[in-house]
């Protein structure tokens, strides 16, 4: 017989609810989630020159760099923008002394991690002579190994429970926050800090500008005129932990984590299915996962990169997916945030969803700043965010990414007991 | 049949002795060709089971595309391939969409982006970056080929937690088909070296041992009405996943803990395969956890420090062990397998001999 309190299939009973309690951001809109939401609110755009490198030779782009940050000690800029939300995301969630240890976990998703300081050791190793190693390059390596980004955030605020690291390119972090739920739901973890992070790097820029995907001018999601993306960078965090835990903190909630899902396109490399029938089968897992059924869904983050094919793709999905709501002229309300922060790849997925909880929470709905022109005539939320009285309760964050994957996360208002 | 009980119907590796589950047999039972000693810096040698650049023409006959993909992901195609055969799943099989990949690695890609970087941006000046190059240059480059080359639909993932990347992967998979959310996975991982790892590496390792592998070793688990509905029988796969365990701790406390979780008894349990270079290297309180005959092994020794793909390697080498000396491991229905999470945790998978009555 399995144990008291675990069903056959190793998860809790009753299987715990999840809430978000903290989140904490450092991204080309500055440091901190307040900076970040006045971004979205108001309807701005950080995107801007790109400043790390010379753009000239790639035609010259807009990014969505952490202008504000200064390189510190050698770090590497991905792993100082981490520190930087770590800080912001624990004081949020209230977490102290009584939350480190071995029930406390750490779920991250990453792009390409610590790669610009290991971008020297790519060049001068392979130079005749060789080079001696240093430390410095030891310790340039050791941070580059995809999952050195969680340890050192783990070793940050004590977390001695489960350290996973999740690399699927821009679906990494929601795949996090999805793994963290189940870390929650299995019991084998009390608490998780969970996220991504990316820095802003010439070495993907240079991979982006190669297959064609960068934007010559603004990022327009669901634009008739879009042309590609904008790249961005950011450490994006968020606490969850069981509502049973939150309440007894007195904590404040954001909102519910009620499911998430991940599926393969099985169709193309670096090109999405035209159908989305991947996407698709990841928000059908996610809305079972929540117990829901499509026509609940009030708000899409999208993914909106902003590329031809993306949009296009989703645009395909989302048809299907609420052909019922389409046809009554109900679809619910649409945005991108990456056309406020670029696309920040490991980070996309922990940034979407940051900008759902927030939206929840304020009941406020997130625009798309440089949309003018959308693809279909849907409810796609432009200008400045949109106050929505109170009738925003379910969101679904949506994102996709190269090796065909896409996951799918559905959160929830929280209501106080007595609360409608 | 409830269809509740998850069974690996197919098992696949790839080492740098050879392509199958043949390979890791003959390092398991001391044939295969010895490690490479290489050089990787001036007066440091190191052994090395190197695989290299690996031409596959049997994968290259199921897959029109393989001539472009990149050297990592080709150990992951090559074990993929060969344990979904071993399943007797193929191309034109039905359900695929229900059917996803699982991996994990602990370095995945570095190899390409480094040859990204040394060729396609030299002293900043871009010389004309190759796509062909940079679709490589994403840690889920393997997952994402099988799955498109399979066209299987279901959850793909991969991890990139270190040496308990593939069983971080196995834990993922097994709340996946439990809840039904598909009917099988190919679940495993996939390593190869960069040769900065080579030249970096310290001499003092203590936890890895001091043979370096590349590799890949992937199973297919499956939940058994799919097996059923695919016409095969419970006794077709070689043994059933009883559960996967994480735990942080010493690590006989973390056995202990999942023996309790999983409801194990120690006297039932006729292997257990420890993450350690050597057994010279585990402390006394585990060996003493285990009845008489229970055989304690430490197949790093044989199959080297293959890191994010340890796991995968450590389930085909279990399989492997099978029935050699009576039904289930050392005539015992359940053997353990141990794998070194990131920080204090340890991951143990139980599996359970469909060969044992």
């Not at chain 1, 929650?184 to 992070?197: H, S, Y």
């Not at chain 1, 059908?284 to 296009?312: K, M």
């Not at chain 2, 000693?37 to 029109?64: H, L, M, Q, W």
Request: glycine letters at 12%; hydrophobic letters at 40%.
């Amino acid at each position: 017989l399995p144990p008291s309190g675990r069903s056959s299939s190793g998860y809790l009973v009753p299987t715990p609810r999840v809430v978000v309690t903290g989140l904490g951001m450092v991204s080309a809109a500055g440091q901190g989630i307040e900076s970040a939401w006045r971004l979205i609110r108001d309807g701005r755009s950080a995107l801007a020159p790109v400043t790390l490198f010379d753009s000239q030779p790639y035609g010259g782009a807009l990014s969505g760099e952490a202008v504000h940050l200064e390189r510190e000690n050698g770090e590497d800029r991905s792993l100082q923008l981490l520190r930087l939300a770590s800080d912001e995301v624990l004081e949020d969630a209230g977490w102290g002394e009584a939350q480190r240890g071995a029930d406390t976990a750490v779920v991250l998703g990453t792009c390409q991690g610590a790669i610009e300081n290991a971008r020297g050791i790519h060049r001068d190793f392979f130079r005749r002579p060789q080079p001696s190693p240093t430390a410095e390059d030891r310790r340039a390596f050791a941070e580059y190994r995809p999952g050195y980004g969680t340890q050192y955030l783990a070793d940050l605020v004590h977390a001695d429970g489960p350290r996973a690291t999740v690399g699927m390119v821009c679906v990494s972090s929601s795949v996090a926050i999805i793994h963290a739920l189940d870390l929650l739901r299995r019991g084998a973890a009390k608490r998780v800090v969970a996220g991504g992070f990316e820095g802003f790097s010439q070495f993907v820029f240079s991979g982006f500008h190669c297959i064609g995907a960068l934007a010559a001018g603004p990022l327009r999601p669901f634009d008739e005129e879009r042309d590609g993306t904008v790249l961005g960078e950011a450490a994006v965090l968020l606490t969850l932990e069981t509502l049973e835990e939150a309440q007894a903190r007195g904590t404040h909630i954001y909102a519910e984590v009620l499911g998430g899902g991940y599926a393969a396109d099985a169709f193309h490399m670096t090109a999405p299915d035209p159908e989305g029938r991947g996407l698709e089968r990841a928000v059908r897992q996610a809305l079972e996962d929540a117990d829901i059924d499509p026509t609940e869904i009030d708000y899409i983050c999208a993914h909106g990169t902003g590329t031809v094919f993306n949009d296009g793709m989703e645009r395909a999905t989302f048809e299907r997916l609420f052909a019922e709501l389409a046809a009554a002229g109900k679809m619910p309300a649409i945005s991108s945030m990456k056309s406020v922060f670029g696309h920040t790849l490991g980070a996309a997925g922990a940034l979407d969803a940051v900008a759902s909880v927030l939206a929840l929470d304020e009941g406020l709905l997130p625009p798309s700043v440089a949309l003018e022109k959308p693809i279909v005539d849907w409810d796609f939320v432009q200008g400045k965010g949109r106050d929505c009285n109170g009738h925003l309760k379910v969101a679904l964050s949506t994102n996709s990414a190269f090796g065909g994957n896409n996951s799918a996360l559905v959160l929830r208002r929280h209501c106080a007991e007595g609360q409608a | 049949m409830n269809g509740e009980r998850l069974l690996l119907s197919g098992v696949g590796a790839v080492t740098w002795d050879g392509t199958g589950i043949e390979a890791v047999h003959r390092a398991l039972s001391g044939m295969a060709s010895p490690f490479a000693v290489e050089e990787p810096r001036e007066g440091f040698t190191v052994e090395v089971g190197r695989i290299g650049r690996i031409n596959d023409p049997e994968s290259a006959n199921c897959y029109k595309r393989w001539g472009q993909l990149d050297t990592y992901s080709r150990y992951g195609f090559v074990a993929a391939r060969v344990a979904l055969e071993d399943a007797g799943i193929g191309l034109d099989s039905e359900g695929r969409e229900r059917m996803g990949v699982m991996l994990g690695t602990s370095f995945g890609c570095m190899e390409e982006n480094q040859r990204f970087d040394r060729y396609e941006i030299v002293d900043g000046i871009v010389k004309g970056a190759s796509p062909l190059v940079f679709k490589g240059t994403v840690d889920n480059a393997p997952a994402g080929w099988i799955a498109v080359a399979w066209k299987l639909g279901g959850p793909n993932a991969t991890f990139v937690s270190g040496e308990g990347s593939a069983l971080e992967a196995l834990w993922s998979a097994e709340g996946l088909l439990r809840r039904k959310r598909a009917n099988a996975l190919l679940v495993g991982g996939v390593e190869r070296f960069s040769d900065i790892h080579l030249m970096l590496v310290d001499r003092d390792v203590t936890r890895h041992g001091e043979r370096l592998a590349e590799g890949a070793g992937i199973v297919v688990l499956e939940r058994e009405d799919s097996l059923a509905a695919r016409g095969r029988s419970v006794q077709d796969a070689h043994a059933e996943l009883v559960g996967v365990v994480r735990c942080s701790g010493s690590l006989h406390t973390s056995l202990a803990r999942a023996m309790e979780q999983l409801g194990v008894d120690a006297s039932e349990v006729g292997l257990v395969s420890l993450a350690v270079p050597t057994l010279a290297d585990v402390p006394a309180d585990v060996l003493e956890m285990w009845a008489e005959g229970t055989e304690v092994v430490a197949d790093k020794e044989v199959l080297g420090e293959a890191h994010g793909a340890w796991g995968g390697l450590a389930l085909s080498a279990a399989v492997c062990r099978l029935g050699k000396a009576g039904p289930g491991w050392q005539g015992q229905p359940l053997s353990v397998i141990h794998v070194f999470g990131e920080g204090s945790e340890h991951f143990l998978a139980v599996l359970r001999a469909t060969n044992w009555s």
